[in-house]
């Protein structure tokens, strides 16, 4: 059978909202920080906190969802 997993894009509310699909659904979330790259140094220190992939775990349910993340070059 085939299967959608949907990526949603927050506009830096990303742990938030996942956080509450959480413990509505009591499913299981993973999230990595952009802090928590390998490509950390990349990225300006202000947005360490922000989320750079998560996915949330329900039986054969994932939902994917990452903060918007926006890199403008000078």
């Known amino acids: 059978m085939s299967q959608i997993n949907p ?8 742990r938030d909202a996942m956080t509450f699909y ?3 659904l009591n499913a299981t979330l993973d999230i990595i ?4 790259s390998p490509m ?13 992939h998560s996915s949330l775990k329900k039986g ?3 939902v ?3 903060d ?6 000078r």
């Not at 920080?33 to 928590?36: E, P």
């Not at 990349?42 to 989320?51: E, K, L, N, R, T």
């Not at 918007?68 to 070059?73: F, H, Q, S």
């Open 7 to 14: 990526h949603i894009t927050f506009n830096g509310n990303c």
């Open 22 to 24: 959480k413990d509505s």
């Open 33 to 36: 920080t952009v802090g928590q």
């Open 40 to 52: 950390a140094a990349q990225f300006p220190a202000h947005m360490a906190d922000c989320i750079l």
């Open 60 to 62: 054969e349910m994932v």
């Open 64 to 66: 994917l969802a990452s």
């Open 68 to 73: 918007r993340i926006v890199l403008m070059k």
